[in-house]
């Protein structure tokens, strides 16, 4: 077999570390740190090749705490407390999922201007909506109403393509009581 085995970056940060792995009977791949120690690890064999075993929570850094990458987080913002009530309102609705939530966040805030930002925040919190993925949809939708904004600011006169009366400009439609459409319905005869 040729697979990679990911670990913890815990067991990368002390030099000359030693791990004791054990495979079990049913196809699963145990690492300790001592041989009657905690589980670091716990991976599911594959019979493929090239794969990379790993668990998702290997890769995060456990050393940030939620409550400094809320704070991190909310720096993107003038208003900063608001920001960080913002936050803690996300993750008291969504503590599971609270570091992919802060992440979403953070990634469409650094790609946004100050202002953009600071008015998809405010309208957020005005209408009540605490979610990562509907911030980033009113964050787009603002920008995109500023792109339709500047892109409007064309004073010029709109011209028709033909000459046209401009009289038939002003026609109006011949209107009739909602009555004599419900005779016709019902099967009368106009």
Do not use: W
């Not at 077999?1 to 000359?16: E, H, L, W």
């Not at 995060?60 to 407390?81: H, L, P, Q, W």
């Not at 209107?175 to 019902?186: G, I, M, S």
Request: one cysteine or more; hydrophobic letters at 35%; a negative charge.
């Amino acid at each position: 077999m040729s697979n990679n085995v990911g670990n913890p970056a815990i067991c990368y940060r002390i030099k000359d570390k030693n791990v004791y792995i054990e495979i079990t009977a049913d196809n699963r791949l145990i690492i300790r740190s001592q041989s009657d120690g905690p589980i670091i690890a716990n991976h599911l064999i594959t019979f493929e090749r090239g794969k990379l075993i790993q668990d998702r929570q290997h890769t995060r850094d456990r050393n940030k705490g939620i409550t400094a990458y809320i704070a991190t987080v909310s720096s993107y913002f003038t208003d900063e407390e608001t920001a960080m009530s913002f936050l803690e309102e996300i993750h008291s609705r969504y503590p599971r999922y609270i570091r992919d939530q802060l992440g979403i966040v953070l990634k469409v805030s650094k790609a946004a201007a100050q202002a953009d930002r600071d008015e998809a925040l405010r309208e957020c919190v005005k209408r009540g909506i605490y979610s990562a993925t509907e911030y980033s949809d009113v964050l787009a939708f603002i920008q995109r109403q500023q792109q339709q904004g500047e892109s409007k600011h064309v004073d010029e006169e709109i011209k028709a393509l033909h000459d046209i009366d401009s009289s038939l400009l002003d026609t109006q439609p011949e209107t009739r009581e909602l009555a004599r459409y419900l005779d016709v319905l019902k099967g009368a005869t106009v």
